[in-house]
């Protein structure tokens, strides 16, 4: 392709309007078809494609070769440490409690001397890739994990870092890479939505804006689940009916078909508005009983239960895979509400917590979706919006550190087993092959067969991209 | 005969560069002659004509009355029109009856409630501010003031050219014209449209951007916003204009004005508000005053380090990288200011500064080598101050930094001086006029030591971590107070600031790295490159003038566009908001054009700029009372074929109802639409109109968006309109529909009818304004009559669900009781809260479920799950109380009875404990409390509390809280029966959706 992805359906006006309202109920041309035209469908699914009419989330491929066709996100939300994780740094040791050599950088609060790390590291695996003793069992599907240790983002405060890793903009209203993702590939089933956020407890901060669809059309923005809730229908709103028993609907929709149908004989031109909205209730009434077996964790067999531990991270985790096998595009799990990784304090004994909370689900997942043959094309990213200081905050915490930190590919054309990038010898900023946030997601969309400088949406006079004006793909995490 | 997509499209040619149409003047075209002269009812038909013909395609036959009054009354108020209305347009046989629906409509108060949410969309409007940090209140007290004044000026046709002005500068100009009281501010709420955008955490740029943003797309469809880091890459908006426009809102400050208006009753409890409202304000005005002085001494003693850190600006964070700054860390807000007036001073030569400025020319490896020889030249100046010239005679610096030093050695002695003077005696000025002049730097009213007049929004960057948090936490007791219901209604202006300066550009955006200064003036790309620069205060009245103004080429044709766009689901410009290069041109310029020069003019009714003249002239031409279903076999395919998405407009576009319209259609069919017009934010679940609904930015109810609702954050020229199965879900499964299902069969009208098939032709009259035919009576017939599916097992209600409150209020410790109990106000089926949002906008967080719930905001809101004894006796209680979150401080949980006082207490962080007595003493009437609190904080306070009662010895009586766990007393929420069910399907039904 030679042409940025909008270049090519810029050439006809018709198409321009179409995709700057993604062409939903919009007269006779289909979105699909679109597409098609625009060369990102292949022959074959274009005839497939054009059956499911107006529907903005219809699955379409990549335009490009994809090493992966689904994401899942474990947002460790509030900062996780690397050098206490998986970027080791023995000379902290050395110049424990003594300012660093050269100096610290400017963070959002007081920072003193440096703080070693209070766990061990290990080699793991083939690789020998060292992990701490914070994530024992994640290490041990090592071998599968790109590390990447030299990220960086822009500043040292949540909400706009949050932004940044989500959106690729640290204060505008932009859509979130969950959002850009559905938009590209639409999503596998329609029964149920395709891209979903689930956080335990509640929101994180930044609320909504984090799975946002920005200017987007709203179908593709997160579905905010809270796995805590008891019960389905506070997981997915209007999922089920507690006042009319499942025949009696049936037979609503039976006579809701029959009156729809007489409607467009009474019309004298065939309208796919109105037939779109047909098929969204046999859609939806299908949606009922698969989101509600989709969420059902508890049928899956002990062993597997096991695997993921009984607590609300693991629950999340299984049901994630249970949500990826069932073709929803993107799913980001993040560690619950507020941002409980932020240990400005006591980072041992909170880290502690924390990564016991963290490790066993997220090394389920990695070993179940490969146990499944999943994990070869499900692209697996594991991390926070930034990492922590290796110098001290009040005595026993690390303050935030967007000059360096670690995050963890695994999947869908990831080189396992491999470490890209290092910070400099205490862990305070990345100075080794450096990765923006802006590459990092140019990487994942290049591994979903996207092209990040010609995959664009026209907004408000200009070609919007989820890494703006810059990003490069790291060819060097790429198997 | 098929033609080409791109041939008809591209008849008007692409302009590139300089030459876009839209910047050329508004021409007056002639009306074009057409040969099929029996169509046409006005000129606006000549011109689609003229296309029409020119590509070979013929309009289409008229629509039928019955579909013309349903286009035209949902068109105007976004409801459908009443069987009786329907009635009488089908008899009216004049001439003039078309005329007389649409006049009727437009007097309508409905119709503002429909076009001014087109606006709201446009004006990004917002309940809420967005994300804020908790100290801060979340809802803007003043947006639905606006949101009425838009209302308002719709409905009584305030020309376009005045709504503009008044809303970018209505503190500038004289009262509404249209209010009969001097002392009527209410025209201040139109300001609303500058002060509604997200608060971006306080970050100044971004403020200003949005406002920038909302105005120039709103009013000119330009995309001044790409020109903030660089020359717009198409259109000719050089960076420039966007830093000319940045120093016009750069120098306002905001300000909460109450609104005194004739139309506004005070509220007994006026008083009562007022002096808690006094009260809050003296607290933040001392705190605020004492955090000033003592920021400025602090300043004040700092001058050197300050200076010194001018030298590294560019290095400096902007408020975006926030550090937690203490009491004596440079401030990079106060660094910026002394750039800033360093920069003035060296536009001239100033006689304190000129030699800064003569030295910080020099590149720094030359420094050395050249300075003696400019300090020696400067010094020799008459004009200089002596204090300053002795300074500089008396040093050698080797380098900027020295410089600094020498300037803040000289200010340092002067601060001393005035301290000593001070202490001799009241005094007004040092003696010396030299050290006077050098006091004035530091002490005069715009000082770069100073913190410049405004509110503290406006100003929260200049103080330290610990002043921050306590300002914000000041100032939102007192927006939340004014919440209260006995406040007055608020506008939230601009005030033009007393000093203004112009902006300097930010080099790619970057607010560290600032290039030329640039004159607060309009655009170059509508009034060329000599346009003068503004002169009044910040411009911003020059500005809203400009924009307002006849000879601008954008405003009329843009909102020409906009009201054609509503009319005929797409504009004759496909991109409202973009007019630039890259936009599709016009599919009917001169029409475009046309209608402008009419818009501009003095209608027949009235004045010019009247919205309403417009609609009125477009309404009742031919090509807008088109059939949008052709009857001609064959024709139709040719046509599609030629024109897929029917620019050229040979037939009428079939339109779905957008979110509003379908919930006030709702409504409306049951009879239980709320016309009451304006006021605070409604509830989604209540039966007022929609643009009265609460509209929360940071927790945009999921309806809203399953229904392409306008996002919140953004200006947003057209809507979505997309097909997804959580739209179907909505109308099968939730509450709102299936109630309406209910209200519909159960209203009085319906239900007064016997006979099944009049019943049936009764209900067809009430949602589609028509009578069934014999087939679909039959259908209907058949559906209800159908015996019942074999497992009617309605929800199992145990006896004892009635004996349960669920509410709020507080433990009083010293009483042992709760007081202040109310009940929670809404249930979802689930859960008791305050409304269908949770968080509720008043009673945030608390719940109740079955098996627990979550705690209240504070302790004035603990959750209480209340039992009441049927009878006397004793009852044993068993259950578990479980927090399980390590995060927060977990809850405090409470068991009280009103005979006994509290029985036991528990304080939980992830923790559990058993809650079991035996036995309990009660006399009927006697309640006990299961109390939840937030303990000391808000984070993470969701519980479990599964508990039993049961009557101990003779008698009996079991209840279990969470199998009697139900909602409103009354069936309401019961299962449907046959006529309610099918009355559900009725408005599931595309008919009921869709506009022909």
């Known amino acids: 392709m030679s042409e940025p992805f909008r270049e090519q359906m810029l050439r006809s006006p018709s198409r321009r309007e179409l995709l700057s309202r993604c062409g939903m109920g919009l007269g006779s041309m289909a979105f699909a078809t679109l597409l098609g035209d625009a060369g990102l469908l292949t022959a074959a699914a274009r005839g497939a494609e054009t059956a499911s009419m107006v529907n903005p989330l219809a699955a379409r491929p990549a335009p490009f070769r994809p090493r992966a066709k689904r994401v899942v996100h474990f947002f460790l939300n509030g900062g996780p440490s690397h050098v206490d994780t998986f970027d080791p740094k023995p000379a902290l040791q050395k110049f424990a409690g003594q300012p660093l050599p050269g100096g610290s950088l400017r963070t959002e609060r007081k920072t003193g001397g440096a703080l070693p790390s209070p766990f061990k590291f290990k080699k793991y695996g083939q690789s020998g890739i060292e992990v701490s003793d914070l994530f024992p069992r994640l290490a041990q599907c090592i071998d599968d994990v790109a590390v990447i240790r030299s990220m960086k983002a822009e500043v040292p405060n949540h909400e706009p870092s949050l932004m940044l890793m989500n959106c690729g903009d640290q204060q505008m209203a932009r859509p979130s890479v969950g959002a850009w993702v559905t938009y590209g590939l639409g999503t596998e089933n329609q029964n149920l939505p395709g891209f979903i956020a689930m956080s335990p407890g509640g929101y994180p901060i930044k609320e909504a804006e984090n799975w946002q669809s920005g200017f987007l059309p709203g179908v593709y923005q997160g579905t905010f689940v809270d796995p805590q809730q008891p019960t389905l229908d506070k997981l997915i709103e209007n999922i089920r009916n507690p006042r009319i028993p499942r025949e009696r609907q049936h037979a609503q929709l039976d006579l809701l078909h029959a009156l729809n149908v007489e409607h467009q004989q009474s019309k004298r031109r065939a309208d796919p508005q109105l037939e779109a909205r047909v098929q969204s209730f046999e859609l939806a009434y299908r949606m009922q009983s698969e989101a509600a077996e989709a969420f059902d964790f508890a049928s899956e067999p002990q062993n597997i239960r096991q695997l993921y531990g009984d607590s609300v991270h693991g629950r999340q985790a299984l049901i994630a895979r249970r949500l990826l096998e069932r073709g929803v595009r993107y799913v980001q799990l993040w560690h619950g509400a507020s941002q409980p990784w932020d240990s400005h304090d006591n980072i041992g004994p909170n880290h502690s917590r924390l990564a016991r909370e963290a490790d066993q689900p997220i090394a389920a997942l990695l070993t179940d979706l490969k146990q499944r043959g999943m994990l070869e094309d499900t692209l697996v990213l594991i991390g926070g919006e930034f990492g922590r200081t290796p110098v001290v905050e009040g005595g026993t915490g690390r303050d935030h550190n967007p000059y360096g930190f670690t995050v963890l590919l695994a999947g869908g054309g990831v080189r396992g087993g491999s470490v890209y990038g290092a910070t400099d010898d205490f862990g305070f900023q990345a100075v080794e092959k450096p990765v923006h946030v802006h590459d990092l997601h140019a990487t994942m969309l290049y591994l979903l067969g996207f092209d990040h400088e010609r995959f664009t949406y026209r907004y408000a006079g200009r070609d919007f991209r989820l890494t703006d004006v810059y990003g490069k793909v790291i060819h060097g995490v790429i198997a | ?996």
């Open chain 2, 1 to 996: 005969m098929v033609l080409s997509t791109v041939l008809i499209c591209c008849a008007a040619s692409r302009a590139v560069g300089g030459d876009l149409w839209a910047l050329k003047p508004v021409q007056d075209p002639p009306v074009p002659d057409v040969s099929l002269q029996a169509w046409p009812r006005t000129p606006i038909d000549r011109f689609i004509l003229a296309r029409l013909e020119a590509a070979g395609l013929e309009p289409s036959p008229e629509a039928d009355k019955r579909t013309l009054i349903r286009r035209a009354t949902y068109d105007l108020l976004g409801l459908p029109p009443t069987q009786e209305q329907v009635r009488a347009f089908e008899d009216d046989a004049s001439p003039t009856g078309f005329e007389k629906v649409v006049d009727r409509l437009l007097a309508s108060p409905q119709y503002g409630e429909r076009w001014g949410r087109y606006w709201l969309d446009l004006a990004r409007y917002s309940d809420t501010k967005g994300y804020v940090y908790d100290r801060e209140a979340t809802r803007f007290v003043h947006a639905h003031t606006y949101r009425d004044w838009v209302i308002r000026a719709f409905n009584q046709d305030l020309p376009y050219d005045q709504f503009l002005l008044r809303q970018i500068a209505a503190d500038k100009l004289p009262a509404d014209a249209c209010a009969n009281d001097a002392d009527d501010n209410s025209d201040l709420a139109a300001m609303g449209f500058l002060t509604v955008g997200r608060r971006f955490l306080g970050v100044t740029y971004d403020i200003i951007d949005d406002r920038i943003d909302a105005v120039v797309r709103t009013t000119q469809a330009l995309t001044v916003a790409c020109a903030r880091c660089h020359d717009h890459k198409f259109d000719p908006i050089p960076t420039e204009d966007y830093y000319s426009l940045y120093g016009v809102f750069a120098g306002t400050s905001e300000r909460l004005m109450p609104i005194h208006s004739p139309l506004a009753s005070r509220s007994p409890r006026f008083a009562e508000y007022e002096k808690g409202l006094k009260e809050r304000e003296a607290k933040l005005d001392a705190f605020f005053n004492s955090a000033k002085a003592d920021l400025c001494a602090r300043l004040r003693a700092r001058t050197s380090d300050y200076l010194q850190a001018v030298l590294r600006a560019d290095k400096l964070h902007t408020e975006i990288f926030y550090t937690i700054v203490a009491k004596d860390d440079l401030n990079p807000v106060i660094v910026r200011q002394w750039q800033a007036y360093l920069f003035q001073a060296g536009k001239r030569f100033d006689p304190i500064f000129a030699p800064w400025t003569a030295l910080a020319a020099v590149p720094a490896d030359q420094f050395a080598s050249r300075a003696p020889q400019l300090i020696h030249e400067v010094t020799a100046d008459a004009r200089l101050n002596p204090v300053v010239a002795k300074a500089f005679a008396d040093a050698a610096p080797t380098s900027m930094s020295d410089v600094a030093k020498i300037y803040g050695k000289l200010f340092a002695e002067v601060d001393q001086a005035w301290a000593t003077a001070l202490k001799a005696a009241a005094t007004q000025s040092l003696p010396d006029p030299n050290q006077e002049a050098l006091r004035q730097v530091l002490y005069a009213a715009d000082a770069p030591t100073s913190i410049p007049p405004g509110s503290v929004s406006d100003m929260e960057w200049f103080f330290d971590e610990e002043t921050r948090v306590k300002l914000q936490q000041l100032q939102a007791e007192i927006e939340k107070w004014d919440l209260d219901p006995a406040a007055p209604e608020f506008a939230l202006i601009l005030q033009d600031r007393a000093v203004q300066s112009n902006a300097r550009v930010f080099k790619r955006g970057n607010p560290a790295d600032r290039g030329a200064e640039v004159p607060r003036r309009y655009l170059r790309a509508v009034l060329g490159e000599d346009r003068k620069p503004f002169t009044s205060g910040s411009g911003r009245l020059e500005l809203a003038r400009a924009i307002a103004d006849r000879n601008n080429p954008l405003t009329a044709r843009v909102m020409v566009n906009r009201i054609w766009l509503h009319h005929f689901g797409a504009g004759i410009v496909r991109t409202p908001s973009d007019f630039g290069t890259r936009a599709d041109p016009p599919s009917h310029p001169e029409l475009l054009d046309w209608l402008a020069m009419r818009f501009m003019e003095p209608a027949a009714s009235g004045h010019a700029w009247s919205v309403k003249a417009l609609h009125r002239m477009i309404m009742l031409s031919a090509v807008y009372r088109q059939s949008s279903d052709d009857d001609a076999p064959g024709r139709d395919a040719a046509r599609t074929a030629a024109d897929p998405e029917n620019r050229l407009l040979f037939r009428f576009n079939r339109q779905r109802l957008d979110f509003e319209s379908m919930r006030d259609s709702l409504l409306a069919a049951t009879d239980e639409l709320d016309l009451t017009l304006g006021g605070a934010p409604s509830d989604l679940a209540s039966t007022r109109r929609s643009v009265y609904a609460l509209v929360d930015r940071r927790f945009l109810p999921g309806v809203l968006r399953a229904f392409d609702f306008a996002n919140p954050d953004l200006h947003i020229p057209q809507r979505s309109s997309t097909t997804v199965p959580q739209q179907a879900l909505f109308f099968l499964n939730s509450a709102f529909v299936m109630d309406r299902a209910r209200a519909l069969a159960h209203r009085p009208d319906v239900q007064r009818i016997t006979p099944p098939r009049d019943r049936i032709d009764k209900l067809y009259r009430l949602i589609y304004q028509r009578p069934p035919t014999s087939h679909q009576v039959d259908e209907a017939v058949q559906f209800i009559e159908a015996p019942p599916a074999p497992t009617p097992a309605a929800p199992t209600r145990t006896t004892g669900a009635g004996d349960w409150q669920y509410g709020y209020g507080a433990y009083d410790a010293v009483a042992q009781r709760v007081t202040g109990f109310k009940k929670l106000p809404y249930f979802t089926g689930d859960a008791w809260q305050g409304g269908s949002n949770w968080p509720d906008a008043k009673l945030g967080w608390a719940r109740l479920t079955a098996e627990g719930g979550h705690a209240g905001n504070d302790l004035q809101h603990a959750v209480v799950r209340r039992w009441a004894a049927p009878r006397d006796g004793a009852i044993a209680i068993s259950g578990r109380v479980v927090h399980e979150y390590e995060a927060g401080d977990g809850i405090r949980a409470l068991l009280v009875c009103n005979r006994g006082g509290l029985l036991a207490s528990w304080t939980l962080h992830n923790q559990s404990a058993d809650a079991n007595f035996s036995p309990v003493p009660v006399k009927q009437g006697d309640t006990v409390d299961f109390v939840v609190d937030f303990r000391n904080n808000l984070n993470n306070d969701m519980f479990t509390w599964a508990t039993q009662i049961k009557f101990v010895g003779a008698g009996g009586g079991e209840w279990d809280a969470r199998k009697d766990f139900s909602g409103a007393p009354t069936d309401a929420s019961g299962p449907l029966d046959p006529w309610e069910l099918y009355v559900q399907v009725l408005l599931c039904s595309n008919e009921f959706h869709f506009i022909d």
